[in-house]
């Protein structure tokens, strides 16, 4: 298995629904429930615009 699709693939347990690619297409409400539970986002879980921006705003931080 691990050959056929790497070691990356072997430790996703969850349903398409924890999935980042598929929670990026749920930004906003993904968004809303991390506040409302106060979890920290993750940036996997953005939009890759948004995960871009965010390292852009660090590096000129520094």
């Known amino acids: 298995y691990i050959a056929k699709h790497g070691k990356r693939k072997v430790f996703h347990l969850g349903s398409n629904s924890s999935c980042h690619q598929h929670i990026q297409s ?28 965010k390292k852009e705003m660090k590096k000129a931080a520094k």
């Open 26 to 53: 749920h930004y906003e409400l993904y968004k809303a429930w991390c506040a409302e539970k106060k979890i920290q986002l993750h940036d996997h879980a953005m939009p890759r615009r948004l995960a871009n921006a």
